[in-house]
């Protein structure tokens, strides 16, 4: 059965303290790993897509990774603006995205 | 350039009332999706249209039915409202199946 697990569920940072988040996957058939980022009472906003192990992308102050097993989405030197729940989704051999839950990022000032 | 939007933002059902949610996207993409979330759940896909003219189930479609009404619009309906489908419901839409999808902001959906 394809699922996504990400950890931790919240996660509170410093600003200026780099962390990583996790998302774990089984599915048959990878064909694409996508992180989102959602505010609270907005709908979410894509931010990479990683396609194949090894493979790295980055946005200002995020860096997502993937490897066979699971991706990280590491963030260096957060803001409080960086604040927000983040997803993360995988797309199996019949292209329905399977989501995880989310970790809520919190950066205090 | 709006991108998705979604009517109404919020709406309170009583048991057994139907209702429609709308949805629109002005990017020219195929393909569109309804989602729902609850609470400590990832989203999860209730319809989707890959392109215009076609709708497929996904993984929570009981008590629920959908129309792509054109390129631009599609529509989810609740034709006999349960507590259990209170949600916040989501649309969006890709330029094709396996690229990334674009959201809408959310209808705030209580049934009592």
């Known amino acids: 059965e394809d699922q996504v697990t990400q950890s931790p569920e919240a996660l509170r940072l410093q600003e200026g303290e780099s962390s990583s988040l996790n998302c774990s996957y089984t599915v048959s058939g990878l064909r694409g790993l996508f992180w989102y980022r959602q505010d609270p009472g907005k709908g979410p906003e894509f931010l990479f897509t990683l396609y194949s192990a090894g493979e790295e992308k980055e946005k200002e102050r995020l860096k997502a990774t993937l490897t066979k097993k699971e991706s990280f989405l590491h963030i260096t030197a957060p803001k409080p603006e960086d604040s927000a729940t983040y997803l993360c989704a995988v797309q199996g051999s019949n292209y329905q995205l399977i989501w995880g839950a989310g970790t809520k990022l919190i950066i205090k000032p | 350039n709006a991108g998705v939007t979604q009517t109404p933002k919020f709406q309170v059902l009583k048991t057994g009332q139907s209702m429609t949610l709308q949805c629109a996207q002005d990017m020219n993409h195929n393909s569109m999706y309804w989602y729902r979330q609850d609470p400590g759940m990832g989203l999860r896909l209730i319809y989707y249209s890959a392109s215009e003219g076609t709708t497929d189930k996904g993984e929570v479609p009981n008590g629920y039915n959908v129309s792509r009404l054109n390129k631009r619009e599609f529509s989810l309906r609740l034709e006999s409202a349960a507590p259990s489908q209170t949600s916040v419901y989501f649309c969006?839409?890709?330029?094709?199946?396996?690229?990334?999808?674009?959201f809408g902001p959310g209808t705030r959906l209580t049934v009592t």
């Open positions: 969006a839409s890709s330029p094709g199946t396996g690229i990334e999808q674009y």
